[in-house]
């Protein structure tokens, strides 16, 4: 551990493995060296690496619930790439579908059950589900490729299929069958769902009638538009079970700026000081949000909004970070480039 003159302090966390033993030699040293790019004013924060699994270069964290608990993915030793739950230092690895070397983590819930996709072979990628052990292959809506995005604590899971006639659908998941939710224009169909919350208020994206992208909230099977923040084109990529929802969209300026929709108005998030762009990724249930913004220097930075004030997170020594999830304790996991320019799964803790 090195404690910065900036007053950010980063950790160093081995990876051992819960249910694959490993020895020290097999175990990554996660990068050691200081380098969180700004500091913050009135907070201290501590970011720590996870590491890789054994015999990786990259990782990356997607979600973690309110029991500590990190789910993300990583490449390892004989070019497999693997999900993982990281806790209190212990590493599970998550097992591949049968026939597959491939996988990546998008979402898990407060039980720990996780989601994401597997690449079955070119072009064929299908959402999968992992829980009590096993990898479970979700299916499509008829097509080549789906891929599961969320999932809430009653286990219903979101994400977006192709369809049998090649168009992109966003779909729930629940009791064994994935169903195309409706779109905001039928004939324009390229539609994703990115979260889901405990009352099953799921968000995304669908197409205007204009086929714009426009961010949407789906309740009781009913597709509302969101709008955007002036511009042309909105995503919503998370919400809290108070129904908040945060993305990002257009301005009339054409810049991307996050945002924060409640009760049908949408709020500018603004930007880090000299940045350009900023996108939110996750909201948790005291409307603390998390993403990713520019510098002042051009690469993207994890970030923090509370209160009306937007935080940079900084980086574990290299230039770029985003942070994708947030838990009710205020804990923070994604991933950031090293001072060796490879991405680790990363925690970061404001104090």
């Known amino acids: 551990m090195k404690r910065l003159n900036v007053g950010i302090t980063v950790c160093t966390i081995a990876v051992a493995t819960a249910c694959e033993p490993r020895s020290p030699a097999e175990i990554n040293s996660p990068n050691s060296e200081p380098g969180i790019n700004r500091g913050v004013s009135a907070e201290a924060i501590v970011a720590r690496d996870l590491g890789t699994l054994p015999g990786g270069t990259n990782s990356y964290a997607a979600a973690i619930n309110d029991n500590g608990q990190v789910a993300g993915d990583s490449d390892r030793r004989g070019g497999r790439h693997q999900g993982f739950i990281w806790q209190a230092g212990a590493v599970t690895i998550l097992p591949l579908l049968s026939g597959t070397s491939f996988a990546v983590v998008n979402g898990m819930n407060g039980a720990g059950v996780v989601v994401g996709y597997s690449i079955i072979d070119v072009g064929i990628d299908h959402a999968t589900l992992w829980q009590n052990g096993a990898a479970i292959d979700l299916g499509t809506l008829g097509g080549p490729r789906s891929f599961a995005e969320g999932i809430n604590s009653a286990g219903q899971i979101v994400g977006f299929s192709d369809d049998a006639t090649g168009d992109e659908r966003a779909f729930l998941w629940q009791n064994g069958v994935m169903t195309a939710l409706p779109s905001l224009s039928p004939n324009l169909d390229d539609d994703r769902a990115f979260a889901i919350n405990a009352s099953g208020q799921i968000v995304g994206q669908s197409d205007d009638a204009a086929g714009r992208d426009h961010a949407v909230r789906w309740q009781n099977g009913v597709v509302t538009d969101l709008g955007t923040l002036g511009g042309l084109t909105s995503v919503a990529t998370g919400i809290n079970d108070a129904g908040v929802v945060v993305g990002s969209s257009t301005t009339s300026s054409g810049a991307t700026h996050a945002f924060r929709w409640e009760n049908g108005v949408m709020t500018d998030l603004g930007l ?80």
């Open 272 to 351: 880090l000081p000299g940045g350009v762009s900023s996108a939110a990724s996750a909201i948790n249930s005291d409307g603390t949000i998390v993403g990713h913004a520019t510098t002042a220097s051009g690469p993207e930075h994890a970030f923090m909004w509370q209160n009306g004030a937007m935080t940079d997170l900084g980086t574990l020594g290299g230039s770029f970070s985003t942070a994708r999830s947030i838990n009710s304790q205020g804990r923070i996991a994604g991933f950031s480039h090293t001072s060796s320019v490879v991405n680790h799964a990363t925690v970061w803790i404001v104090k």
